[in-house]
């Protein structure tokens, strides 16, 4: 980056370059995030990759973005390196990449499979196919969490909901995430096969559940009544909308939070001795591990954001783990507190486009928490970890730890009152 290089101020030292994937294998970037937040939390930056864009580290400005969708629309891409003949494509047919009343109608059509009482009869199946991984993966030896305990958790609930066979899963989880890789050894081409590959796949499941509907989110689409139902392109973003949306964030929540845990063993005891707890460190987790890195909107119109004056058509993108952290919100910001409230974290997002799979990434993760404090009574880590090199998903793609067994773990059974 030039100019401002990396969030730092011209003159002072280079920090490194946040548009790089390979910064987030080790790189100390919290720090940067911090000094820019100090120094100018809104910022104009040079990317040799992506160009330039208005670089936003604090909360009150990035939530400002979110909730004014009338002057930052999100119907020219939502990430930075988005290709763009995608993105006009799916403009105003795609839930995260449409505003206003397009956004409203395809909204409504996703929100009943997102309400209360939808998910939360997805509850007990996931508690059941949870009990039985960790009477397996809880045995004293170490385990590469994200692989075996992070990515099986969203695939079941996503692919579950979406309909799409259980056979089919693993195939279809491994080409969502080629999709979005951004490793070296990844190519544009190869990003753009995989994506085919994702629409192939369910252009072929929508003929099938045209002919014979099941109990899911598909059929349902397919067979809307009345006459502003989705069309079958629609139906296709939907789905891509939903397999990239709910398997890559909830599997770096996952494997974020038990590396957290494993950080911070009082913590874990705390929850142990007080489960509670688990609603507020679900929070805490989605704060602490921010999921999405950034989240990018385009100004429609000349517009005064903490201080800077971004002018229409100017890209703004909002750090998110660095809002997170943001001192002037959070007290100690940089310590992992289970009983944190409040906690007005942005990990879903904020305004129109807030996530619209919370209710359903909350559910996961307070199922994991319950289904661990049964199962685990402490986690031992080993310095194996990898992060993801990513500028869009911030998370591990390895992490060993042990899970080492909580003594009553064989009697524990899910609990008949907890909260949905
Ligand atoms: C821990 C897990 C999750 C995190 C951290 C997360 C994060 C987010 C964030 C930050 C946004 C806002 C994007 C924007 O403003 O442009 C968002 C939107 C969205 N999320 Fe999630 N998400 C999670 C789980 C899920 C799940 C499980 C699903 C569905 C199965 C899902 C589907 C979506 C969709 C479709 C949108 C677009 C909503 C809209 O534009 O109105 N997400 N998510």
């Known amino acids: 980056m030039s100019g401002e290089a990396g969030g730092c101020p011209a003159g002072t030292a280079r920090g490194p370059d946040l548009t790089d994937p390979a910064t987030y294998r080790d790189a100390d970037y919290f720090a940067q995030w911090q000094r820019a937040r100090r120094d100018h939390p809104v910022v104009r930056l040079e990317s040799p990759r992506f160009g330039a864009f208005w670089s936003v580290t604090a909360h009150a400005a990035a939530r400002q973005v979110l909730e004014r969708p009338e002057s930052f629309t999100s119907t020219r891409g939502m990430r930075l390196g988005g290709e763009p003949a995608a993105v006009s494509a799916a403009s105003g047919r795609m839930l995260v990449v449409s505003d206003g009343p397009a956004h409203t109608r395809l909204r409504s059509a996703h929100a009943p499979w ?8 997805l509850k007990d199946a996931l508690r059941s196919r949870l009990d039985a991984l960790l009477a397996d993966l809880a045995d004293g030896s170490p385990v590469d969490v994200p692989a075996r305990l992070a990515r099986p958790l969203p695939t079941w609930l996503v692919c579950g909901m979406l309909g799409v066979p259980e056979e ?36 072929e499941l929508l003929e099938k559940r045209r002919a014979d509907p099941g109990d899911d989110l598909v059929s349902a689409l397919v067979h809307q009544p009345g006459g502003d139902r989705l069309t079958d392109e629609e139906i296709l973003l939907t789905c891509d909308g939903l397999v990239n949306g709910g398997l890559g964030t909830t599997r770096h929540a996952v494997s974020g939070a038990v590396l957290a845990f494993a950080a911070h063993p009082r913590q874990w005891e705390r929850l142990r001795a007080d489960r509670g707890l ?12 921010s999921p999405p890195l950034h989240i990018m909107r385009t100004a429609t119109e000349d517009v005064l954001l903490g201080g800077a004056r971004i002018r229409a058509g100017e890209r703004v993108v909002l750090w998110i783990p660095s809002c997170n952290r943001d001192e002037s919100v959070f007290a100690e910001p940089d310590a992992f507190r289970v009983d944190r409230r409040p906690n007005p974290h942005l990990g879903l997002g904020g305004g129109p486009h807030y996530c619209i799979g919370a209710s359903l990434a909350r559910l996961e993760l307070r199922t ?23 500028t869009f998903l911030h998370g591990l793609d390895r992490l060993e730890v042990t899970l080492i067994p909580a003594a009553d773990a064989a009697a524990c059974s899910p609990a008949e009152s907890e909260d949905p």
């Open 114 to 121: 997102f309400a209360g009482q939808a998910v939360s009869r």
């Open 168 to 203: 089919d899963w693993e195939e279809l989880a491994l080409l969502a995430a080629a999709a979005f890789d951004e490793t070296e050894t990844s190519t544009a081409s190869a990003r753009r096969a995989a994506s085919a590959g994702v629409f192939a796949y369910f252009a």
């Open 278 to 289: 688990v609603p507020t460190a679900v929070e805490e987790i989605l704060r602490w591990v």
């Open 368 to 390: 994991l928490l319950r289904a661990l404090l049964d199962h685990v009574a402490r986690f031992e880590s080993d310095p194996v970890l990898t992060r993801t090199p990513s």
